[in-house]
């Protein structure tokens, strides 16, 4: 393995490559991205799979709040994948053959960590995953009747 200690390395040689390893890249470790928030309330973001990566850059995506997410994704690779996307209700499943590009509008109403990948052949156990992050407090209407808790 070879590395240079600069703490921005993503990855050392052989663990990124596609086929290279069966240990692929871990959630975490491509870029963190913010979604933008339009006008009328929406929010759009664009990930993409680079060549050869098996990855989601960036592989988690930060949204302002709970809402509606016009989701960009652009398959750079030789490959298919199937992102199976998180969305209040069903899931959405977009297929992404080599260099496509799709678009999935999703609904994601509150405050959490909602994880997805593709899920042709094994792309998830090497590691094409990612996560959409929601930070803030849970609605009131969708809070359990229970007394207050300690907060850190």
């Not at 949204?63 to 209700?89: Q, S, Y």
């Amino acid at each position: 393995m070879t590395t240079t200690g600069d703490p921005s390395e993503k990855l050392a040689d052989g663990l990124h490559r596609q086929n290279s390893t069966g240990l692929g890249r871990l959630l975490g470790s491509g870029g963190v991205g913010h979604a933008e928030e339009q006008p009328d309330g929406t929010m759009t973001a664009t990930i993409r799979i680079p060549e050869d990566e098996l990855c989601f850059e960036p592989g988690t995506l930060i949204l302002p709040h709970g809402g509606n997410l016009e989701l960009t994704l652009i398959n750079d690779d030789k490959n298919t994948h199937c992102a199976v996307l998180p969305h209040n209700g069903d899931p959405k499943i977009i297929w992404l053959v080599n260099h496509s590009k799709g678009t999935a509008s999703l609904n994601l109403d509150g405050p959490g960590t909602y994880y997805y990948g593709s899920t042709t052949g094994n792309d998830e156990g090497r590691g094409l995953t990612g996560a959409i992050v929601i930070g803030g407090e849970v609605p009131d209407h969708a809070k359990l009747d229970r007394p207050p808790q300690p907060r850190p």
